[in-house]
Each structure stands twice: as structure tokens, then as C-alpha cells.
């Protein structure tokens, strides 16, 4: 299985970017999608999930600003930021994990597989 996180770049201040990642070697349409990030000397941080059916969670914290999607035809899954602050400089995951109904997404321990990263740096 491999997640192959892209479209990281430098950026201003309420700038745009998308982050797709594409997924192999699995049955992409029947796992769910998460993109977490991390900074140096901290925990992975949940961002946004997407669930196999569609349903989608966000941190409170990139809520109304970031977007997940998923398009099951290219085995890939969407991080739209948008309004990017300072803050949200860091590494982005892509991750992929199975579950039922009481599946949570915002734990990282419930993801099977991960992606490499791709680093956001948003400039003031």
C-alpha cells in the first residue's frame, strides 16, 4: 500500500493551497481518508477526515477554511486549505484505515497506513 501526499509550497498569508493524495494498492472506495499534521516536538494533530460513505470531520481549528474531498475514481483524496495562516505551517499526512460506525477519525492510532508528508509553509 502506498499514499503519496503532494502540493506542499510556500504560500502567504490567506493564500490557497490543495493537497491531493493519491492511494495504491488498496480498495481505496472502501477505507476512510484522514489528513493530520505535525510540527517538530509535537504530536500528529488531526485536520480532516473523510469517511468511505462521505461523512467528513474537521478540527475546530481549520474549520470553515479547510476542505477534505475524495474522488474514489482516481484513488485519490483532497486537502483544500484555504485563508492559511502562519499557523498552519507544518507537515501534512495522509493516512487510510477501516472501521465501522463508532470508527473514530480524529485518532491517529485507528489508521492503518500513512503517506510520506508534504511540508505547508505560510508566510506572514
Known amino acids: 500500500v502506498q499514499l503519496q501526499a503532494s502540493g506542499g509550497g510556500l504560500v502567504q498569508a490567506g493564500g490557497s493551497l490543495r493537497l491531493p493524495c493519491a492511494a495504491s494498492?488498496?480498495?481505496?472506495?472502501?477505507?476512510?481518508m484522514g489528513w493530520f499534521r505535525q510540527a517538530p516536538g509535537k504530536e500528529r494533530e488531526f485536520v480532516a477526515a473523510?469517511?468511505?460513505?462521505?461523512?467528513?470531520y474537521y478540527a475546530d481549528s481549520v474549520k470553515g477554511r479547510f476542505t477534505v474531498s475524495r474522488d474514489n475514481a482516481k484513488n485519490t483524496v483532497y486537502l483544500q486549505m484555504s485563508s492559511l495562516k502562519p499557523e498552519d505551517t507544518t507537515v501534512y499526512y495522509c493516512?487510510?484505515?477501516?472501521?465501522?460506525?463508532?470508527?473514530?477519525?480524529?485518532?491517529?492510532?485507528?489508521?492503518?497506513?500513512w503517506g510520506q508528508g508534504t511540508l505547508v509553509t505560510v508566510s506572514s
Open positions: 473523510i469517511r468511505s460513505g462521505g461523512s467528513r
Open positions: 494498492g488498496l480498495t481505496f472506495s472502501t477505507y476512510h
Open positions: 493516512a487510510a484505515g477501516r472501521g465501522g460506525s463508532s470508527w473514530y477519525p480524529q485518532s491517529n492510532k485507528l489508521y492503518h497506513y
